[in-house]
C-alpha cells in the first residue's frame, strides 16, 4: 500500500519500527546495519553523533516509504561513505522555478513604497510559480538532478520533477542512481518547453499584478 510522503511518526516508534523493517526484509548488509545500530546507539545517549536535518528526516517518514524517482526502498538507500559515516539522507526537492519567480517580484518589490500586500499576494499564489510541489526524495536522486542539469546546461532555475527523475538515471556498479546522458537530454527539452512557458506566465502574473497596485494607489492616494 502506497503510503503519503507527509505522515509522519514520532520518532521512537519510526526509528524502532525501522529497524524491525531492516531485518525482516533483509534488504541491507550486514555492515550497514553495524553502522545504523551504532549511530543511533550514540543518538540515545546524547553523545558523539548530532543527526542532520536530512537524517532526521530519514526517520520522520514511514517505514514503507520509498523515494518517487529511483523507488528504492529506506533499507536500499543506508550505506556508510567513503570515511564509514552513515549516510542515510533524504532531501527536499523543490522547483527552482519558483526562486526565479520570486527574485523577479523582489526586483520589483523594490520599487514599492508599501509592500506588505504584495508580499502577502505572492505567497498566496506561490503554487502557480512551480511545476511541481516540494517532494521528500533520496539524495542520489536530488544529485542526479544537479548532475542532469549541468548535462543539459539547464537555467539556474529549472528543476526536473521527480516523475522526471524516475526517467534520467541508471544505476551504477553499486547499484546508485546516477544521471544518463543519452536519457537526460530528450526529458529535459521536453520539460524546458513547459519550463520557459511557465516563466512567461509567471512573469506576466506578477507585472500585472503590479500594474493593479500602481493603478488602485492612483485611485485611492
Known sequence: MEVSITEQL????????FLLSIDCRQRTFAENERVLFDALEKYDKGTEFAPTSSFRRFFETMDCWRCPCCKRWKSDIIRPDCNGKLMTHLARH????????????ERKLAQCENPAPLKAWFWRMIEAFRRFPPTIICQDCNTVDVAAKQIAGASKYFSFSPDELGRIFALDKDGIPRADHD??????????DEFLELCAI???????RFEFYRAQKEIHG
Do not use: C, M, Q
Request: hydrophobic share 35%; aromatic share 10%.
Open 202 to 208: 509567471g512573469k506576466r502574473l506578477i507585472s500585472r
Open 183 to 192: 536519457l537526460v537530454l530528450p526529458t529535459f527539452l521536453a520539460a524546458n
Open 94 to 105: 523543490h522547483d527552482h522555478s519558483e526562486d526565479g519567480a520570486r527574485a523577479y517580484f
Open 10 to 17: 514520532p520518532w521512537s516508534e519510526t526509528k524502532s519500527n
